[in-house]
């Protein structure tokens, strides 16, 4: 089945009328169909599956799919993986070369546009060149220290207060309760959006278009996953662009309104119908990844309980010291977050482990060399960090959850440039990477002040990787009350906070 890309905006459903074009994104969708991709890949290695089976076997088990397709082909092969014949590559020079893409070798739009193209159209990854350029710039600033120490500041004490919440019960479903926490805060810090009817709506509708993102089917017909989706993103559209007026009108502390604003000054800003493209890309970008990375991380401290009083230790430690040392403004909050280092290597070790997403989507722009292998101009390709992030080439033990191999002594992430790319790298690296990282902390910090945990008698945690990381089935942990490091094992005293 080939699944073909939209053709226009008005098609796409996009609320931009008129998109630049990257010289790949016109090759990729003019000719690339499965028939024409395969005889163009035919000298390439088969990656041993066939098409719609590959699929079913990536969504079982994505890490043994590599893991197959790597032992047998090595790390360039093709095949026909979520509807198109494509180049797979497996390899960490392989991700450095097409992440830093130093020549303009290769197409963020041509890649990611037939996955998401019409449910997220106008989103910053799907934008190349100079264009993608000019809507990176233009919305840096919303994302900058400056402006995250202020939504940092906001979205603590509804973290803390989801945490006191979670502390309450003997159990939590982790996955839910982070997932609801994420959601609530991107949208407060994000669209100014306070918890209630408004934001649950809201959050609906965000919940059907992720999941109709997920479908493998991507064709609007109706009932479908896809036609809910696309339902479900007219109605958020109409919803922003009203919002867009009050935000200019009256701005608040959210990210759109700054970005109203800016948009309103005209200039070299995007259009009002642009700013609600990125919009809902932005939230699709943040909530669910965020989610992942904080359920991995949660799950694998579950079965590590030393590592839970290690960051407990380091947690109290930054408490004690920081405090005195930074005041109380938004930006020492920012400060202590910064200064939870170790927090900061287990968040990443699962990231290796569980990158939230998974393969990463190009094409090739002009005719290309990897690994001795001929890729033609107009190949989609997929990039596997799933896979290079456990090579045993450059991970000691790389299936083991060892926080300190990101520590200065061990360092193993800096082997290699391409070998630790959760947030993608070159031009297109997340523009969120370092507010997940401190929205991250944060819950980390809050849940380690009140509790510590397990895995439920009958759980263990099996990771889903497609298409966005999640646990396949329920996971609980047994929770009890958190207890300073040392102290006897009668009813202990919670550590401080
Ligand atoms: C742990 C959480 C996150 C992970 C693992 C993650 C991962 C990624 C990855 C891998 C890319 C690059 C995709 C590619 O090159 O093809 C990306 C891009 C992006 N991310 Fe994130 N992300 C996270 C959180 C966020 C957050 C919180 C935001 C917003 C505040 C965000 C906004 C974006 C945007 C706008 C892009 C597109 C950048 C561009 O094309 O220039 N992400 N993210």
Known sequence: MDVAPPTSAAESGSTTAREPQHPAASVGRQRWSVGHGLRQLAHLPHCGHRPILADLRFLRDSLAFARDVHARCGPVSHGVLFARAQVLLMSAEANEAVLADREG?????????????????????????????????????????????????????????????????????????????????????????????SARAIGADYEALVDASAAVLRLPLPGTRHARGRAARGRLEHFLHRLATERVRAPGQDLFSQLCVAAAQGGDAPTRAELVDHMVFLLMAAHDTTTSALVTTVASLAVEPQWQDRLADEIAQVAATASAASGDGEVAEVLRLDRLERCGWALREALRLYPPIPTLARSAAREVTLHGHRIPAGAPVTLFPLLVQRDPRWWTDPDRFDPLRFSPERAEHRRHPGIWTPFGGGAHMCLGMNFAELQSRAVLRALLRRVRWSCGPHDRYDHAFAPIGHPRGPFTLRLRAAHVPGADGEAGHAAPR
Do not use: K, Q
Request: include cysteine; charged fraction near 25%; charge should be positive.
């Open 105 to 197: 070798a290769y197409c963020a739009r041509g890649g990611w546009e037939p996955l998401l193209g019409r449910l997220f159209p106008g989103g910053l990854i799907m934008r190349d060149g100079d264009d993608h350029r000019r809507h990176r710039r233009w919305m840096l600033p919303a994302l900058r220290r400056e402006a995250l120490a202020r939504h940092i500041a906001r979205m603590v004490p509804a973290i803390e207060a989801a945490a006191d919440r979670w502390a309450a019960g003997p159990h939590l479903d982790v996955h839910a309760a982070i997932r609801e926490l994420t959601l609530g805060i991107a949208l407060e810090t994000f669209l100014g959006v306070a918890p209630g009817s």
